[in-house]
Nanobody
Framework: QVQLVESGGGLVQPGGSLRLSCAVS????????MGWYRQAPGKQRELVARITSGGSTNYADSVKGRFTISRDNAKNTMYLQMNSLKPEDTAVYRC???????????????WGQGTQVTVSS
């Protein structure tokens, strides 16, 4: 009933920038919190950034000052602006959205398929 599709990944040199997008479609009542996760081969999945419906944000220490998360509630779209990219940022990035269910007070988490970000010279 709900689908998340990421876009904007690719290959970039160290110090470069990318902007990821996450478009939410389907039977949506409302979206609460949204976030970006990443996972590199052999490493644990980690939360990169999170944003609430009201615009409050949280970032992993490793990306503070370099990444910016934002959302356009009218378009049901979330973005991750990534600047000053480092090789350590190489990973598959996935977006997630917490969608309010039909019954008030219930929520369902949905995930995108992921987009590859590679930072290399």
């Amino acid at each position: 009933q709900v689908q998340l599709v990421e876009s904007g990944g690719g290959l970039v040199q160290p110090g470069g920038s990318l902007r990821l997008s996450c478009a939410v479609s389907g039977s949506i009542s409302s979206i609460n919190a949204m976030g970006w996760y990443r996972q590199a081969p052999g490493k644990q999945r980690e939360l990169v950034a999170r944003i609430t419906s009201g615009g409050s944000t949280n970032y992993a220490d490793s990306v503070k000052g370099r990444f910016t998360i934002s959302r356009d509630n009218a378009k049901n779209t979330m973005y991750l602006q990534m600047n000053s990219l480092k090789p350590e940022d190489t990973a598959v990035y996935r977006c997630t959205a917490q969608v309010r269910g039909y019954v008030p007070g219930t929520f369902i988490d949905y995930w995108g398929q992921g987009t590859q970000v590679t930072v290399s010279s």
